[in-house]
């Protein structure tokens, strides 16, 4: 018996003898020599195919190229080959979409490199024509530092430094001491500033907190704004015959539209490093301006108005409430915080007792968040869609016998309805928020009775153990089959939302105070 000699043809025509259903398999290999779009085209085909059949053809595959003049592999079977021979690895979000183009470090280096270019002219300003006023840049230079050496520690800090900012402020928006004016100008409000936050960040610095690149650059660009739409005309005495309330809402103004150059500044890295949208960071950083930024504001311009009246002993005086304000809120972030570590423990009770795989309520939640921020929730809202997420499979506890791999999905309407509920029931007896326990009830309603948090909860459990049990590259044929689903079932712009998050292949949050 001769052996089989492979014949010059194409491989699709070798692969035509084997099945009858090869010659479209042979059009989606010519498909896939045709360009990118089309390779991403027959990668969906491939998985959407079931796992005997794939492995059917792979073994037709490597008997025809056995030969001993074995054809040179086009691009696309190079790249199908090692995706079929390589060993499952855990799930995770990240694998689930294509990764978005790369953050662009021009974008994300902006802030940092025009504050330090700043910042080194004004110093070189100052340095050649000396400091002005030295009482007063001394007194603060002081309270600056001092409000950056008790600063707040942690990442989720709108601002960490309310009193060296309100002092920064004051001093940019200074027209006059006890009644004399001043004249330190630009350069040397800014090199002040500086000086006294790089002194202040020190002992922060020495403790391990971490690196203040980010803070001192948004510092030093929002008070040169505030400096340069304040100070060359007060110089100039374009103020003189401003009194009263005309001059303080003058300061308003301009502490108004300081405060949404500080929001801008805080957007536009977070949307270079994470890839949201700039829309919503932007109104995040905007409705986080009710809290402390309002109180910081205010507090700066009642130090300008004060000094410009009383003279420096005004600072330590108007510093007490600002110093009792950050105590407090101090004290609020240390409960918040004991709080979400107990909603914590209490999603992990499932997970500890075999009813859900390990994790999966961290995922569920940190994708539930990104949804939440792609649709533009507030952060009230996102902090609800947080807990509720972390707590949406807590209902199981209540079963006798557990749902396989905890997976809710599949189940029969009527029975995701009754572990809702009784997950709803569980939470309310917990004595979290009651919009929590809401959540969790009404997640297996259909999606038009349903709250906003309740549709991206339903969307983003059932992505992630579809997904899981697809294995790596499953993402797609989650996606796929969400979309595919009944409006009835899922919203269709919670799984756009959700389509968006993972194309962007990036889960870091903006910071939320």
């Not at 006023?133 to 002081?142: D, I, M, Q, W």
């Not at 339903?458 to 595919?484: C, F, H, M, Q, S």
Request: hydrophobic share 45%; net charge neutral; with cysteine.
């Amino acid at each position: 018996m001769t052996s089989y000699q492979p014949q010059p043809q194409p491989e699709s025509q070798a692969q035509a003898q084997p099945q009858p259903e090869s010659q479209s398999q042979a059009q989606a290999q010519v498909q896939r020599r045709s360009g990118p779009q089309a390779q991403a085209e027959s990668q969906a085909q491939v998985q959407r195919r079931s796992r005997p059949q794939a492995q059917a053809e792979s073994q037709a595959q490597v008997q025809h190229r056995s030969g001993p003049q074995p054809q040179p592999e086009s691009q696309a079977q190079v790249q199908h080959r090692p995706q079929a021979q390589s060993r499952p690895q855990p799930w995770s979000p990240l694998q689930a979409g294509p990764r978005s183009a790369s953050r662009s470090p021009v974008a994300l280096l902006l802030v940092p490199v025009g504050a330090g270019l700043l910042a080194l002219v004004c110093l070189a300003v100052v340095l050649w024509s000396g400091l002005d006023e030295r009482p007063v840049a001394l007194a603060f230079g002081v309270l600056v530092a001092l409000g950056e050496v008790i600063r707040r520690a942690g990442t989720e800090a709108r601002e960490a430094a309310p009193l060296g900012a309100a002092g920064a402020l004051a001093y940019a928006l200074l027209g006059d001491v006890a009644g004399q004016p001043t004249h330190h100008g630009v350069a040397q409000t800014v090199t002040v500033v500086l000086a006294a936050s790089l002194l202040g960040s020190v002992p922060y610095i020495a403790r391990g907190g971490g690196p203040v690149l980010d803070h001192l650059a948004r510092r030093v660009l929002t008070v040169a704004f505030a400096a340069v739409c304040f100070q060359p005309l007060s110089n100039q005495g374009a103020f003189r015959d401003w009194s009263g309330p005309a001059y303080a809402l003058l300061l308003i103004s301009l502490l108004a539209l300081t405060a949404l150059c500080d929001a801008v500044l805080a957007a536009a890295p977070a949307h270079a490093r994470t890839g949201w949208p700039f829309g919503p960071l932007l109104r995040e950083e905007l409705r986080g301006m009710v809290g402390i930024t309002s109180a910081v504001c205010a507090t700066g311009a009642v130090m300008a108005l004060a000094v410009a009246v009383a003279g420096l002993w005004a600072l330590p005086v108007f510093c007490v409430p600002l110093l009792l304000t950050q105590l407090s809120y101090r004290r609020y972030a240390a409960v918040r915080a004991t709080y979400r570590q107990t909603i914590a423990s209490l999603a992990r009770a499932t997970e500890i007792a075999g009813y859900t795989p390990a994790g999966h309520a961290r995922r569920v939640a940190e994708l539930s968040g990104a949804v939440g921020r792609d649709l533009g929730l507030s952060g009230a809202e996102l902090t609800v869609l947080e807990y509720a997420a972390l707590m949406h499979d807590i209902g199981q506890l209540s079963l006798v016998d557990p749902v396989p791999a905890g997976a809710t999905a599949g189940l029969p309407a009527a029975e995701q309805r009754r572990i809702a509920l009784l997950g709803g029931a569980v939470v309310r007896q917990t004595g979290v928020d009651a919009a929590v326990a809401v959540v969790v009830e009404r997640q297996a309603d259909p999606c038009r009775e349903q709250p906003v948090a309740a549709r991206i909860v339903r969307a983003v459990n059932a992505y992630e153990e579809k997904a899981r049990d697809a294995g790596p590259g499953g993402g797609l044929t989650a996606l796929e089959e969400l979309r595919l689903a009944t409006a009835g079932d899922y919203a269709p712009d919670v799984v756009e939302a959700l389509a968006r998050v993972l194309a962007r292949g990036s889960l870091t949050s903006p910071a939320a105070g």
